[in-house]
């Protein structure tokens, strides 16, 4: 993914400053079966191992045999006479001994200065290549049929020239880098995304059958409008708190964004320099706002900014990344909260720690002057970071005291209501379907005509077994019909009558001792209702 952000960011930029480059989108022909042992044989020279582990590896690589199954009858064993074994264990390692003399050859042609890398003023070591599997291989068969080419600025007067010279046609967009769709632009083309959304079905079908679905529906009436049984952030909820912990796409995609986040803040590379030095520009993360022209990547990440730097705290080291008022960096809280009256009459609001802190006495104005308890607090404040130090290094960001961040603590932070209920039904050793059910009729929203009439329904609201209004009380326990069949179950289960009511009902799952024979008797006598 690091990869498919790099060209996202170098495209847009490319032509959002009109500058001048040529992309080539190089593909080649069965990456793993195009593989000529003896450049592989080069390679791992090129690369300081010793005759006898070429040898090892010449071994392992040549002497495999293979068969071809035929409507599941095998044919006879043939020797290989190139490529690298698919499911091989050693085969991606070798794979990328060779993919990375691309590398090498592409470095040395930029030293000897016949071709230069772009973006050289986001990238200190100017981007000249991306590698990744058959995208850009050496030694291997180009095709030229998916291989493209796209060009920047003046250089787009010569498109056609270059497109006859290599062979290859001229790219459109949106071009595929890795299955990503690629585009400087938002791609608002919903045929596109039909299409999109369609080769992911198909693509992920078989995955999809290994899942089990369980509906949670709807009630359509002759008019086809749906009356849902409860709201979506509910079941969104973890099962802990009262849910049935449904996955929250946007909060999980929230929580995905801000990993992104998390690394810019935290790690070095080469995506990070980039975005680095193409947005930030020597500022923070805070200190940074959204701008019409910034790459759609871009704008995602800052719309997830404050809810990301609102749920963790920064761990001090140098302080030039960190807001001394606005951020959260000593104790649990922003300093703006701690001393809002401090705040409100201090001259510099957005000035980092570092600016505060490198100079004695701090580096902190006010548009008047400190009077009875703003005089007090500021003391307090001054007492606060007398013993603050400030290092070398970067400042990291983390959801706890010690720096991490995962995706998943951010998404139970994030839909947590802070309420903890029973789970006994979870606990139930009954089929998952019985047991959402009951979730549901434990909550009260199973659609009976009543709960319908809550929903501006305009059908009968008597029981269709009796006269009497359709409650889920009704329903399921006061009914002649429900009482027949409750008569049963205690006559099978050898239990004495009761007034059951709903919370009752649950209870007796959970406390009933029986076998997996009488427990399947009660369950399709529960189904019967």
């Not at 040529?22 to 020279?45: H, M, P, S, T």
């Not at 520009?281 to 990301?308: A, C, I």
């Not at 008597?462 to 002649?480: G, M, P």
């Not at 009933?512 to 399709?524: A, I």
Request: charged share 25%; net charge positive; with cysteine.
């Amino acid at each position: 993914m690091e990869g498919a952000v790099i060209l996202h960011e170098t495209i847009h930029e490319l032509h959002t400053k009109k500058q001048n480059g040529v992309v080539f989108n190089i593909d080649f022909e069965k990456a793993y079966d195009k593989v000529r042992w003896e450049f592989l044989q080069q390679a791992l020279r090129m690369k300081g191992f010793n005759s006898t582990w070429c040898t090892w590896v010449q071994t392992c690589v040549q002497e495999g045999n293979v068969g071809i199954k035929v409507h599941d009858q095998l044919g006879s064993y043939f020797q290989m006479r190139k490529g690298l074994r698919q499911g091989d264990p050693l085969s991606p390692v070798l794979f990328n001994i060779v993919v990375d003399m691309l590398a090498i050859i592409v470095s040395r042609t930029k030293a000897f200065g016949l071709i230069k890398g772009v973006v050289p003023h986001l990238v200190d070591d100017v981007l000249s290549i991306l590698q990744y599997a058959d995208d850009t291989l050496l030694g291997l068969k180009i095709n030229f049929h998916k291989s493209e080419i796209f060009c920047f600025g003046e250089a787009k007067e010569w498109e056609s020239q270059y497109s006859n010279l290599f062979g290859c046609r001229v790219g459109s967009y949106p071009f595929r880098y890795l299955g990503i769709p690629m585009h400087f632009r938002k791609l608002n083309d919903r045929r596109e995304n039909r299409k999109e959304v369609e080769q992911l079905e198909r693509k992920n079908a078989l995955f999809w059958r290994e899942i089990s679905v369980v509906k949670l529906g709807a009630f359509y009436d002759n008019h086809k409008k749906k009356y849902r049984l409860i709201s979506w952030p509910i079941l969104c909820q973890p099962k802990e708190q009262g849910g049935l912990g449904v996955q929250n796409l946007d909060i999980q995609n929230k929580c995905l964004l801000s990993k992104w986040l998390f690394k810019l803040c935290n790690e070095d590379g080469i995506w990070q320099d980039l975005l680095r030095n193409k947005y930030l520009k020597g500022n923070s993360l805070s200190q940074t706002e959204k701008k019409p022209r910034d790459s759609l990547f871009w704008k995602s990440l800052m719309g997830v900014k404050n809810h990301f730097l609102s749920l963790g705290r920064f761990k001090l080291v140098s302080g030039n990344q960190i807001r001394f008022w606005e951020d959260i960096w000593l104790d649990n809280q922003a300093l703006k909260d701690v001393y809002p009256n401090l705040f409100t009459i201090v001259r510099r609001k957005h000035t980092t720690v570092e600016e505060v802190l490198r100079t004695n006495p701090y580096n902190v104005s006010f548009i008047r002057a400190l009077i009875g308890n703003k005089f007090n607090e500021w003391h307090n404040l001054v007492a606060c970071i007398a013993s603050v130090n400030l290092q070398e290094g970067r400042d990291q960001f983390g959801l706890h005291k010690k720096g991490h961040f995962s995706v998943s603590s951010m998404y139970k932070h994030l839909v947590s209501n802070g309420l903890k209920v029973s789970q006994e039904i979870w606990h139930l050793k009954i089929p998952l379907k019985v047991k959402i059910f009951l979730w549901f009729f434990k909550r009260g929203v199973i659609l009976t005509k009543d709960n319908l009439a809550k929903r501006n329904w305009k059908g009968r609201k008597n029981c269709e077994f009796c006269s009497k209004q359709e409650t889920i009380q009704h329903l399921f326990f006061e009914c002649h019909y429900a009482k027949f069949r409750w008569r049963a179950v205690h006559r099978i289960f050898g239990l004495t009558p009761v007034q059951f009511r709903r919370t009752h009902w649950i209870r007796l799952w959970a406390q009933l001792q029986c076998t997996d024979d009488e427990r399947d008797v009660m369950v399709q006598a529960c189904k019967s209702l």
